[in-house]
């Protein structure tokens, strides 16, 4: 299953586990209102894939304790310490996924969060907090490392609990569930003070922390990331495309100029306005001919390679093509079309795709290992400069009085995904995106119908 999440101003997180399976094909779909006048003059194929669609994998596992194990047996002597600083990385970064995941999944409650939920949550997150804190090591360097992820780990969770307090409905519960997420708060803060993780100088600026914390995650996520290796395909081929169109069109014009001189005689002045046009031909022609070839032999072919490294060993752990370009709704596949359901709007969409195949080496991957989740950040902001700015006015009748109400326009964007893990049948997932020029406002997953049930 795929799940897409809003993150900060127009950025999408389309994430995915790639499991046991080593082939994995994913394609995107987003469906643009005609009405902002994209096209691929206005927003190019290859500056949209650069500027918008940013992929990374890390290690993923279902045994969650794994890494846990891995840093007792690094403390014990039994592992080197870049083994043990890989294996807490590991549990932290897991730690951190999963609890980002169920706090979003508990903001989005259409009825909100039950009292039994969080408290279930802030079970397991002190029972998480609780393992990682039960041996701290006395090696003076990997104690620094440990203090630096328990240290954000305490932070990270302090943050997403207030969030969530900040989002609560004011239900008859609700009393009682900020008690007990304030009092985690308030336990997680008052640990990082007693340890003294952090200055006085640090902790009064929010900037300041916020930054500090931002740097601790990324140390966290790097020994986890696979490295990878983005290659642009078609450089050979697209040099042996000019060649031979060079050596067609200079082969015809040099026919073309000898059958002047043969007609025309000696030089005049006839002569010379006649090759002036034939090298202006030849320099229109020339390119139109090499762009046109160019696009028939690309068509539908992969345009970039990334390769995937494991940042330890430097193996290469997998390979995947990409490609993006614009769709007609003719070319869809059924599932897709089937899946945004036919209407009078999709004629007016333009359909932007993007799609991958890779292919995964588990038995190059880090000791344990055999799954990875993928992360695609999907920046919206260059469709959001096509929006246009302000509002309009909507009226209402309210008890005989009649009231105005500004609304910000907004535009609908649909993002259907259709994931193939090894030999599996294909899964088809839709999200509605509502958008405005300054932000993402709304997402919302659209449950598939059964095809006998779908309507036109």
Known sequence: ?????????????????????????????????????????????????????????????????????????????????????????????????????????????????TQDAVTELITLTQDILRRLRRNVPSDQTLRKYYVNIDNYLSWFTEQRLLSLVAHLP?????????????????????????LQYNSSHTTEALSRISNKMRLLRRLIEYPVTLKEKTQELGGGEEKALKASVTAVVMTAMSLAVFEVRETLGSISLLVILVLALLYALREIFKDDLRNTLWRWLRKGRPKWRRQYFDVHSNQLVGRQLEWFDYRRPAKLKEDILAARHASVTQKEEVIMHYGSHSRMLPTRFLSGYEQTRETLQLDLSLLAKLMEKGSHHVYQLKEGQVARHPVEKRYLINLVTREVQGHNPPNVQRWKVVMSRSKIVEIEEIPQQKPAQQSA
């Open 170 to 194: 004011r239900s008859k519960e609700y009393k009682t569930t900020k008690t007990l997420l304030l009092g985690v708060c308030e336990a997680e803060h008052l640990h990082r003070v007693k």
């Open 1 to 113: 299953m795929i799940s897409v999440e809003r993150k900060d101003g127009f950025s999408l997180k389309v994430s995915r586990i790639l499991r046991e399976a080593t082939e994995h094909q994913l394609d995107i779909y987003l469906f643009v209102p005609g009405e902002l006048g994209l096209n691929t003059n206005v927003v190019p194929e290859e500056d949209f894939y650069h500027s918008a669609i940013h992929v990374q994998r890390t290690y993923f596992s279902d045994r969650p304790y794994l890494p846990l194990i891995l840093s007792r047996l690094a403390r014990r002597g039994e592992l080197s310490s870049d083994q043990y600083r890989l294996s807490l990385s590991l549990y932290a970064y897991q730690y951190a996924i999963g609890l980002e995941q169920s706090c979003n999944e508990l903001r989005n409650e259409k009825d909100g969060a």
